[in-house]
Nanobody, 124 residues
Framework: QVQLLETGGGLVRAGDSLRLSCTAS????????IAWFRQSPGKEREFVAA????????YYADSLKGRFTISGDNAKNTFYLQMDSLELEDTAVYYCAGRWGGFWITRPRDYPDWGQGTQVTVSS
């Protein structure tokens, strides 16, 4: 059974950077994809970025491309979301999610594996 654990959330100021981590365990992850989603109060869960475990191909939400970078360290089974130039609107709970197969999938319901989430709060 796959387990995903996010760390790295916190309170930052607008313009700051923050890096989230997601550590995967419980399986061998060939042909697995990791994605980051976020959810603000009263809003639907939103796709942020995804990465193929093998090979490192990435896919981003258009609105976040350029400020957010997803990467991975296969040796550690750990994946990262580097967030730069943070804005107030980036305040949300950020979730790590995983699925077998395509990494370009953006619908939350297509990801069976989820972490517990980590809060990111951006203040002015």
């Amino acid at each position: 059974q796959v387990q995903l654990l996010e760390t790295g959330g916190g309170l930052v100021r607008a313009g700051d950077s923050l890096r989230l981590s997601c550590t995967a365990s419980g399986s061998t992850f060939t042909n697995y994809a990791i994605a980051w989603f976020r959810q603000s109060p009263g809003k639907e869960r939103e796709f942020v970025a995804a990465i193929r475990y093998s090979g490192g191909s990435t896919y981003y939400a258009d609105s976040l491309k350029g400020r957010f970078t997803i990467s991975g360290d296969n040796a550690k089974n750990t994946f990262y979301l580097q967030m730069d130039s943070l804005e107030l609107e980036d305040t949300a709970v950020y979730y790590c999610a995983g699925r077998w197969g395509g990494f370009w999938i953006t619908r939350p319901r297509d990801y069976p594996d989820w972490g517990q989430g980590t809060q990111v709060t951006v203040s002015s």
